[in-house]
Protein backbone atom coordinates (compact mmCIF):
# COMPACT_ATOMS: atom_id res chain seq x y z
CA UNK A 1 0.00 0.00 0.00
CA UNK A 2 1.02 3.84 -1.01
CA UNK A 3 2.02 6.12 2.18
CA UNK A 4 2.50 9.44 1.09
CA UNK A 5 6.39 10.60 2.40
CA UNK A 6 7.64 14.35 2.30
CA UNK A 7 10.44 15.54 0.56
CA UNK A 8 12.07 18.62 0.17
CA UNK A 9 13.31 19.85 -3.10
CA UNK A 10 14.80 23.83 -3.23
CA UNK A 11 13.11 24.22 0.19
CA UNK A 12 9.68 23.18 -0.95
CA UNK A 13 7.94 20.30 0.51
CA UNK A 14 6.49 17.72 -1.51
CA UNK A 15 4.16 14.92 -0.57
CA UNK A 16 4.64 11.63 -3.03
CA UNK A 17 3.03 8.29 -2.69
CA UNK A 18 5.03 5.22 -2.76
CA UNK A 19 5.16 1.82 -1.13
CA UNK A 20 7.19 1.63 1.74
CA UNK A 21 9.39 -1.17 -0.24
CA UNK A 22 10.56 2.23 -2.21
CA UNK A 23 10.83 4.72 0.33
CA UNK A 24 14.30 4.72 0.65
CA UNK A 25 14.94 4.76 -2.95
CA UNK A 26 12.20 7.71 -3.34
CA UNK A 27 14.11 9.74 -0.14
CA UNK A 28 17.62 9.06 -1.88
CA UNK A 29 16.03 10.23 -5.71
CA UNK A 30 14.78 13.54 -3.98
CA UNK A 31 18.11 14.26 -2.11
CA UNK A 32 19.82 13.78 -5.48
CA UNK A 33 17.68 16.23 -7.62
CA UNK A 34 17.49 18.78 -4.36
CA UNK A 35 21.76 18.67 -4.86
CA UNK A 36 21.33 18.70 -8.60
CA UNK A 37 18.76 21.99 -8.81
CA UNK A 38 20.84 23.79 -5.96
CA UNK A 39 24.01 23.63 -8.10
CA UNK A 40 22.38 24.88 -11.23
CA UNK A 41 20.88 27.54 -9.00
CA UNK A 42 23.87 28.84 -6.72
CA UNK A 43 25.72 28.83 -10.09
CA UNK A 44 23.25 31.79 -11.13
CA UNK A 45 22.64 31.45 -14.93
CA UNK A 46 19.12 29.74 -14.59
CA UNK A 47 16.66 31.74 -12.84
CA UNK A 48 13.41 30.12 -11.64
CA UNK A 49 12.39 26.73 -10.30
CA UNK A 50 10.31 25.30 -13.75
CA UNK A 51 13.73 26.23 -15.23
CA UNK A 52 16.28 24.92 -12.69
CA UNK A 53 13.95 21.59 -12.55
CA UNK A 54 13.63 21.24 -16.56
CA UNK A 55 17.72 21.64 -16.58
CA UNK A 56 18.25 19.28 -13.79
CA UNK A 57 15.94 16.72 -15.21
CA UNK A 58 17.75 17.20 -19.22
CA UNK A 59 21.20 16.68 -17.15
CA UNK A 60 19.82 13.65 -14.87
CA UNK A 61 18.62 12.12 -18.17
CA UNK A 62 21.46 12.62 -20.06
CA UNK A 63 23.66 10.44 -17.71
CA UNK A 64 21.22 7.92 -17.65
CA UNK A 65 21.18 7.90 -21.70
CA UNK A 66 24.76 7.92 -21.50
CA UNK A 67 25.05 5.01 -18.75
CA UNK A 68 22.35 3.29 -20.96
CA UNK A 69 24.34 3.30 -24.14
CA UNK A 70 27.67 2.26 -22.20
CA UNK A 71 25.74 -1.05 -20.49
CA UNK A 72 24.40 -1.63 -24.42
CA UNK A 73 28.19 -1.38 -25.52
CA UNK A 74 29.19 -4.11 -22.34
CA UNK A 75 26.73 -6.49 -23.48
CA UNK A 76 27.86 -6.18 -27.07
CA UNK A 77 31.65 -7.08 -25.79
CA UNK A 78 30.63 -9.51 -23.60
CA UNK A 79 28.37 -11.40 -26.24
CA UNK A 80 31.56 -11.28 -28.29
CA UNK A 81 33.95 -12.45 -25.67
CA UNK A 82 31.85 -15.36 -24.93
CA UNK A 83 31.58 -16.42 -28.80
CA UNK A 84 35.25 -16.10 -29.18
CA UNK A 85 35.62 -18.39 -26.23
CA UNK A 86 33.56 -20.70 -27.33
CA UNK A 87 35.27 -20.63 -30.69
CA UNK A 88 39.11 -21.39 -28.90
CA UNK A 89 37.52 -24.36 -27.41
CA UNK A 90 35.84 -25.61 -30.72
CA UNK A 91 39.29 -25.04 -32.05
CA UNK A 92 41.47 -26.81 -28.81
CA UNK A 93 38.82 -29.93 -28.73
CA UNK A 94 40.22 -30.53 -32.28
CA UNK A 95 43.78 -30.30 -31.09
CA UNK A 96 45.29 -33.00 -30.07
CA UNK A 97 47.72 -32.37 -26.66
CA UNK A 98 51.09 -34.06 -25.80
CA UNK A 99 50.64 -35.93 -22.95
CA UNK A 100 53.28 -34.23 -21.26
CA UNK A 101 51.16 -31.05 -21.13
CA UNK A 102 47.78 -32.95 -20.24
CA UNK A 103 46.56 -32.14 -16.17
CA UNK A 104 46.24 -34.99 -14.30
Given at each position: ??E ?5 I?D??F????P ?7 L ?29 A????H ?29 L ?5 P?E????
Amino acid sequence: MSEPVKVSILDREFMVAAPAEERDGLLESARQLDARMREIRDAGKIVGMDRIAIMAALNITHEMLQAQNHAAGAEVIETRLRDLDARIDDYLDGVEVPAELQRR
